[in-house]
């Protein structure tokens, strides 16, 4: 009789043991991992752990990934890639031109305007000098023709009032050859060199040695974005006091530090330059794999996930709907935007710089 | 029938504990992907680190003991671990440098990832307060330049590390270089050819009396010598500070360049080498040390933690003022030259600018070194002195350099000599060392009764002077009491530097080093290493 009843629970535990089992491999999809070169302003979303988690369990992905610049990475080989996602429309017109074969699929995902980030001395001089104009009581627009006439014109921080910094006004930017938000920075420079209109194949050549010169005088141009903006909060305003990133960087940053954030706001100011570009981020997909991470990135919780926690602008026009928490001084809409410059005349451009 | 249930209680026994084993199986199997199995074994961790964080030790031990995780950190010159991650970085898990930069130049296999500032520290010139009152820098903007004006009218004595191996050193001859510029909005690359700039570098690098291959062991040469000034981080001279003080000395006032030198942004990056369990330590590690629980103990070190502003509650015993500490000062950065300028003005101290080298090796040749002992020799010093393998250490000669080699076995055997970096003469005392069999006992002493002899026939003021002893054995004659009777009384203040090998007796090499103010390097696990480093020294 015992035994029946030992026997019994035997078998019942046996039962358990193979629906638990049936439960974990079944109510997951298959699994697979997808590498990938990431531009280094997308880290903090792809390392989000509800996104790892809806990647996982909606859609069995595992990303793994290796920061690169938007730049280098389509000139990096890739054949052991599944994915590309870098900063910009330009990165991949660059790798339809050279590895078009390599293209499975791809897809613009975010959009984010290149903004200057600075402190607020220096944002308190430029609003005396009229460069720098607070809107709506939230949030500071630049003339973006002023600024950089500051610095082609050689003008000292102490010519602006600034005397706690020494030598000449810069913006530094990342190496335009390496890096997007370098790359798009030196797209507008160009732009507004070229009496503030797209610059072409045709103007290019007016004005490369006025843009070579501007980017000389940066010195060291970091590799990548989050690199730079990472220095700029770190080092402080003697060392970066005016740097191009993108939006999403103090976005993500307010929200994921939220005890960091309260220490620097008061001094961190977002410049939004008017006009300012567009950085789109597409998602090229190498195989049927990243095919699959396009997808999934398409899923509405990310998208959402993506601006609320990590400020990336997701609809076309980048018109943003919800306040991002405890942020302030973002503009619903980005206005004054000019057209990046066509890749040949981008080309020229980054050779040029070189 | 009682048997019989003894047997069936057997059976459901063993069927039970199969069952439990598969159970575990399957649990493990299916969080294995996450966790690791929960079979695994100590995870380790391989830190390519600069040596101003070997004082973040203490604090990585007690997160070694929480977490089981162990961590070896290898010391290298900033230099060598760009060369390091250029080279594929292979053996490490994670880079821990003094400044991004070098992690940015080297990366170019991309494989640094997770990449975080732990602390910042500027670097600064600590001067002794009454000669930095003297000279009228207390209490108002300093440059550079007013700095400089009084190392090359010898008013000011100063120390630094070696800008080829040293971050510290590095930015501070860019920093110098940069001033005598008169501060242009970047340094370029035509601006080095400029020959009243190398003729002033030259003066000013000629007044530095030694040089190190790395910030901290210089605060220890710094605490035994008597100079006005280093240039160094912050937070060394804090640390350096803290030690003057507890021996009733004058502390250093600290000067922030009003044009800038730097700041050491002390990176820490983890080196993708494709394994998963190291990665989740390594961020284990980085979270650790960004937490709020260790910020303290860094800030008690002297390290500025979190952001550049609102750097507030810091101990005033720490962050002193009386010793010139400004938290509250904008600290002004020099712009970084781009890359090709950065290599072209390293190359430049290197064989052209820094102060000569008089360096004499003394070279174990005795019996126990035949075989692969002497194969090892060979190619470290094949690696010194062929100048194109020496190049990418930055470890070339300059023409003015002299390069002595003192061959031993229980006597001085020959002397072998090569000034200046002639392709010609270089390989010749290659062919000396190659050629050269080894035999008989161990006598350290004689050989380095013969280098001081022979530095004696050089003007030592011109140079930066050094012995490396290298030996793999127990002297069996001679004494250190010779030894220390000539360095009185050539009165020539020539360090002894010592490599370990073999059976090499550590404590007869730390004697020398103690009182001639050297260190010994472990040359057992890895000789040309050690090599590069005593070399670096010097």
């Known amino acids: 009789m015992k035994s029946k009843i030992i026997g019994g629970v035997i078998l019942l535990l046996v039962i358990i043991a193979i629906i638990v089992y049936q439960f974990i491999n079944t109510n997951k999809p298959e699994q697979i991992t997808v590498t990938g070169y ?3 302003e997308k880290i903090g979303l792809m390392e989000d752990e509800e996104v790892r988690k809806i990647l996982k369990d909606k859609y069995g992905l595992t990303v793994d990934y290796t920061k690169a610049g938007s730049i280098e990475m389509v000139e990096q080989d890739s054949s052991d890639k599944d994915y590309l996602f870098p900063s910009s429309q330009t990165a991949l017109e660059l790798f339809n031109q050279t590895k078009s074969d390599k293209l499975y699929k791809s897809e613009i995902l975010f959009n984010s305007p290149i903004v200057i980030y600075t402190w607020k001395p220096i944002a308190d001089a430029l609003i005396n000098e009229g460069i720098v104009e607070m809107k709506d009581n939230s949030y500071y627009i630049a003339d973006t023709t002023k600024l950089i006439t500051l610095v082609t014109d050689k003008k000292k921080w102490s010519d602006i009032g600034v005397n706690d910094l020494y030598g000449y006004v810069t913006i530094q930017s990342t190496d335009p050859n390496k890096s997007n938000s370098g790359n798009m920075f030196a797209g507008l420079v160009a732009n507004i060199m070229n009496n503030q209109t797209v610059v072409d194949e045709s103007t290019v050549d007016n004005i490369l040695p006025q843009l070579k010169d501007f980017f000389g005088k940066i010195g060291y141009m970091e590799h990548s974005s989050s690199d730079l903006f990472e220095q700029y909060l770190k080092t402080g305003m003697g060392a970066k006091p005016m740097i191009a990133g993108y939006e999403n960087q103090m976005i993500e940053f307010a929200i994921e530090n939220p005890n960091d954030w309260n220490m620097v706001k008061d001094q961190v100011v977002v410049l939004y330059p008017e006009p300012t570009v567009w950085s789109s981020h597409p998602l090229i997909a190498l195989n049927e794999n990243g095919a699959k991470l396009i997808e999934a990135m398409q899923d509405p919780k990310i998208q959402e996930i993506a601006w609320t926690r990590h400020g990336f602008r997701t609809g076309v026009s980048g018109t943003i709907n919800t306040e991002v928490e405890g942020f302030y001084g973002i503009p619903k809409t980005i206005n004054a935007v000019i057209q990046m410059p066509n890749t040949n005349t981008k080309q020229k451009i980054m050779k040029g710089i070189k | 029938m009682n048997e019989k249930v003894k047997k069936n209680k057997k059976i459901i026994l063993a069927v039970l504990i199969i ?42 031990e007690e997160f070694e003991k929480e977490n089981n995780i162990q961590i070896n950190m290898t010391y290298e010159g900033s230099v060598d671990i760009m060369q390091e991650l250029q080279n594929g970085a292979e053996d490490y898990d994670a880079v821990f440098p003094a400044n991004s930069i070098w992690i940015s130049m080297g990366d170019t296999h991309l494989k640094v990832k997770h990449q975080q500032s732990i602390t910042t520290t500027p670097v600064v010139f600590g001067i002794k307060k009454s000669v930095a009152e003297r000279l009228g820098f207390v209490g108002k903007d300093v440059t550079t330049k007013d700095i400089l004006e009084k190392i090359k009218s010898k008013e000011l ?17 860019l920093g110098f270089i940069y001033a005598l510029l008169d501060n242009p909005e970047v340094i370029t690359a035509e601006d080095l050819d400029n020959e009243a700039l190398k003729s002033d570098l030259t003066t000013i690098l000629s007044g530095v009396n030694r040089s190190s291959g790395s910030s901290d062991w210089l605060k220890d040469l710094f605490l035994q010598s008597d100079y006005d000034a280093m240039v160094n981080y912050e937070s060394i001279i804090i640390d350096t500070n803290k030690e003057l003080v507890a021996e009733g000395k004058e502390p250093l006032y600290v ?14 990056g983890y080196i993708d080498n494709g394994d998963q369990g190291k990665e989740e330590a390594f961020l284990k590690l980085e979270d650790y040390l960004t937490s709020d629980e260790v910020k303290p103990k860094l800030l008690e070190l002297g390290r500025r933690t979190s952001y ?26 020099m712009k970084m030259p781009s890359a090709d300028v950065i290599k072209k003005a390293l190359n430049m101290y290197q064989t052209e600018l820094r102060k000569p080298s008089l360096t004499v090796y003394c070279l174990d040749y005795s019996g126990s070194m035949y075989g692969e002992g002497v194969e090892s020799l060979r190619n470290a010093m094949n690696m010194l002195l062929d100048q194109n393998e020496a190049s990418t250490y930055m470890l070339q000669a300059s023409p003015k350099d002299v390069t002595i080699v003192i061959p031993f076995d229980d006597q001085v055997l020959d002397v072998w000599k090569a000034e200046g970096n002639d392709a010609t003469t270089l390989t010749n005392l290659q062919n000396e060392i190659n050629n050269f069999e080894p035999q008989g006992g161990t006598n ?21 002077t050094s012995i490396i002893l290298m030996s793999d054995g127990m002297s069996n004659s001679g004494s250190i009491q010779e030894v220390m009777d000539k360095w009185d009384s050539t009165k020539l203040d020539i360090p002894i530097f010592s490599i370990t090998f073999g059976d090499s ?28 480093q005593a070399k670096g020294y010097n």
């Open chain 2, 157 to 173: 004595s100063f120390m630094m590390t070696s800008a080829t191996q040293s971050n510290s050193g590095a930015t501070a001859y």
């Open chain 2, 19 to 60: 069952l439990i084993l598969l159970i575990i199986v399957i649990i493990s199997f299916s969080t294995q992907s996450k966790n690791g199995s929960i079979f695994s074994s100590k995870e380790t961790l391989n830190i390519l680190s600069g040596s101003e964080n070997q004082v973040l030790e203490p604090i990585l």
């Open chain 2, 308 to 333: 550049s502003i609102n750097f507030e509650n810091s101990n005033p015993d720490v962050f002193n003022e009386d010793w010139g500490i400004d938290t509250k000062k904008v600290l002004n950065v």
């Open chain 1, 38 to 40: 990431l531009g280094g």
């Open chain 2, 255 to 268: 000067i922030y360049p009003k044009d800038g030198l730097g700041i050491a942004d002390s990176p820490l």
């Open chain 2, 444 to 464: 350290i002493y004689a050989p380095l009764v013969t280098a001081m002899d022979e530095i004696s026939k050089y003007n030592v003021a011109d140079y930066t």
């Open chain 2, 505 to 532: 007796d550590e404590r007869e090499l730390q004697e020398l080093a103690d009182f001639s103010k050297a260190r010994v390097f472990d040359g057992k696990k890895d000789l040309e290493k050690a090599f590069k």
